[in-house]
């Protein structure tokens, strides 16, 4: 099994402990869909650069995973961007109805912390709170959320290069950088900030690279439409940069990023296939 193929397995099988009924249909319905597992791959990728054994490490990525969804489900929801396709299918609000989708997010966020909390055999208590504290952090008020909230404030109204910068290192840059902190965490703590700063420009390298797909992407593989900035009138690093100027700057963040990735004592071929494959991704 492939390390995809792992997280989905696990995936499966954490979700199928929740009690039966249409949240947890609907809940696997969001979770166990072709999405691309980036950032439990990148916490169990970065523990394998330590020279860590992943296997006993799959349900903290797991959660991190499960919060990820979480985001998506709410995120297409009518009074967000109300979205009709997601990975490839009906957003979960289409396929089942609202407060099922709801209720769903609401159940993964929840999970994620239950599976998070519970007493780990390789790992302190004082290790387990500071991993909580982080993904927390990353996905509540003072992170994704927040970023979420001024991503709304922001439609229909033109934002600034910085303003769009700043959006996106909370929407998506915070839930990208947990995965690579946590592995810190576990394997070597005083690397923690650099991991910080590689999420924050990997994070935003994925975010232009997302705002170059929604333009020139290929909406089958993709699994979602494309376009979809232009007609809610987004402000997005191609609409403010210009496709070729956006995709330099792609480049210009991934270079500074294998400098920082040199810089660890870490098997860096490892981190750098992933990396890769996120910053040049066509999906
Ligand atoms: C609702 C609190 C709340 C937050 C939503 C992440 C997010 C915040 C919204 C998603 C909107 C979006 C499309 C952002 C662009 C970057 C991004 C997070 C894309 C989706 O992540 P992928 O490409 O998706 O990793 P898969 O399906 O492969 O997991």
Redesign the pocket.
């Known amino acids: 099994m492939n390390l995809t193929e792992k997280i989905n397995d696990r995936l499966d099988q954490l979700s199928d402990m929740m009690k039966d009924g249409k949240v947890k249909e609907a809940a696997r319905y969001s979770l166990l869909a072709s999405?691309?597992r980036?950032r439990p791959k990148l916490m169990l990728t970065a523990l394998k650069s330590y020279g860590l054994d992943e296997k006993p490490y799959i349900d903290l990525a797991c959660a991190i995973e499960m919060i990820?969804t979480y985001?998506?489900i709410?995120?297409d929801l009518p009074c967000?961007d109300d979205d009709d396709l997601r990975?490839g299918r009906p957003t979960c609000h289409r396929a089942f109805d609202e407060a099922s989708a709801v209720l769903a997010g609401d159940a993964l966020l929840t999970e994620a912390f239950t599976i998070l909390s519970r007493p780990h055999p390789l790992l302190s208590a004082k290790q387990q709170l500071t991993l909580v504290q982080l993904l927390s952090n990353a996905s509540g008020q003072c992170g994704?959320?927040y970023?979420?909230q001024q991503d709304l404030y922001y439609e229909n109204k033109t934002a600034s290069l910085s303003e769009l910068q700043n959006i996106h290192s909370y929407?998506?840059g915070c839930?990208i950088t947990v995965p690579l902190q946590m592995a810190s965490v576990i394997a070597k703590e005083a690397d923690l900030p650099v991991w910080g700063e590689i999420g924050q420009k990997i994070g935003q390298a994925?975010?232009i690279q997302?705002d170059i797909l929604d333009v020139i992407g290929d909406e089958s593989k993709l699994g979602k439409k494309t376009g979809m900035d232009a007609a809610h009138h987004k402000s997005t690093y191609v609409s403010l940069l210009g496709l070729d100027k956006a995709k330099e700057e792609v480049e210009r963040l991934y270079k500074e990023t294998l400098e920082a990735i040199y810089g660890l004592t870490i098997n860096h071929g490892l981190m750098i296939g992933i990396l890769e494959s996120l910053v040049h991704r066509d999906v």
Request: cysteine-free; proline content about 0%.
């Open positions: 999405g691309k980036l990820h985001s998506l709410h995120d967000m990975r994704m959320v970023g979420q929407k998506t839930l994925f975010q997302d």
